[in-house]
């Protein structure tokens, strides 16, 4: 205004009504530029919310066919089904039944998670002792599935701000997916220690499988498998890595995951890391950019899940 007047003062009115002309296009384009991005961001959430349906629709029903002709098989007094067949329908309906939960349970826990009524209680807590009640939790499954589960970590405490009970669900996680994409004779360690941030680090590789970068892309995306399990079967949700990556960021941690086809995985967990809890707090980029397109999944969730 300031210069407008001195402008005119001056007896330069074209030169004044110039820049309020360029003023007026500049905000036009502004408004424009903003509008576009808008409508841009409400078609990308379209799309995520009806490929999360889909995803969501296709694991229910697969289960559920498997279920309902099976078992009209076995019911049908007509059809003659030897005992053979019989006991392997029977299993295929029972793994279904079982399938079909884990299915549930995951789109159950993703909908709490978004919601906001999953209490994160931020606490002191010795890392080592959640890892030791994993590691004996889970000893009966890997020695059945012929996997040495190995420790390692000091004597010194690993003591951070975490969650113990959301801490423990995602580490007996990605335990559990070690053994299970780990081959017989196979070896699954756990570590844990404090960084030079005064970070506590926990670490879980295996000498399994391992993914290549597009399979490890797939495994990060809610249903997403990269490939069977070591028995046949993956099993399983396809939602266990993403409820992990959410219950580790809602305790302002970090997570991270490193796979090479045939080599092997290793998942991070870092917590109490200062630059992240301030990322956490809103001074993140690459962490907030993550974060975003993680809340755009969250919305779409909450909005077809029903909570
Ligand atoms: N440690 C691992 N080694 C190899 N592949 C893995 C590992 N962890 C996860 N994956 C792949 O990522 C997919 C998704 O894992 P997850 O989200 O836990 O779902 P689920 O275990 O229910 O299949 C798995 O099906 C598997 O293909
Ligand atoms: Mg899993």
Redesign the pocket.
């Known amino acids: 205004m300031r210069t407008g007047r001195s402008l005119r003062q001056r007896g330069a009115p074209a030169l004044v009504d110039y820049c309020e002309q360029m003023r007026y296009r500049v905000l036009a384009r502004a408004r424009l530029v903003a509008e576009q991005t808008a409508r841009r961001e409400a078609q990308q959430m379209a799309q995520i919310k009806s490929d999360f349906i889909s995803m969501m629709s296709h694991e229910l029903r697969t289960p559920l066919n498997s279920i309902i002709g099976f078992s009209e098989i076995l019911a049908q007094p007509s059809t003659f089904v030897n005992d053979s067949d019989r006991v392997n329908y029977a299993q295929l309906i029972n793994s279904s039944g079982k399938h079909l939960t884990?299915v549930v349970n995951g789109i159950l826990e993703m909908s709490k998670i978004q919601s906001g009524t999953y209490q994160v209680t931020l606490a002191p807590t010795n890392l080592i002792e959640i890892l030791s009640d994993v590691v004996a939790t889970m000893e009966v499954v890997a020695h059945k599935s012929g996997v040495a589960l190995e420790t390692d970590w000091g004597t010194e405490e690993v003591v951070v701000k975490v969650d113990d009970t959301r801490l423990l669900q995602s580490v007996r996680?990605i335990v559990e997916?070690?053994i299970?994409?780990t081959e017989r004779g196979g070896r699954v360690t756990v570590g844990c220690h404090l960084n030079m941030q005064g970070a506590g680090v926990i670490t879980v590789s295996?000498t399994?499988?391992?993914?290549d970068e597009a399979?490890l892309a797939r495994?990060m995306t809610p249903f997403?498998?990269?490939?069977q399990g070591i028995s046949g079967d993956?099993?399983?949700?396809?939602?266990?890595?993403?409820i992990a990556k959410e219950l580790t960021q809602l305790q302002h941690g970090r997570f991270s995951i490193r796979?090479a086809k045939g080599e092997g995985?290793t998942v991070t967990f870092t917590f109490g890391e200062p630059s992240h809890q301030m990322a956490a707090a809103g001074g993140g980029d690459e962490q907030a950019a993550g974060e975003s397109r993680t809340q755009q999944l969250r919305k779409a969730v909450s909005s077809h899940v029903g909570h």
């Not at 399994?208 to 993914?211: A, L, R, S």
């Not at 997403?224 to 490939?227: P, V």
């Open positions: 884990s996680n997916n070690a299970k994409f295996d399994g499988v391992g993914m399979e495994a997403g498998q990269a490939g993956a099993g399983g949700s396809g939602l266990g890595l993403c796979s995985t």
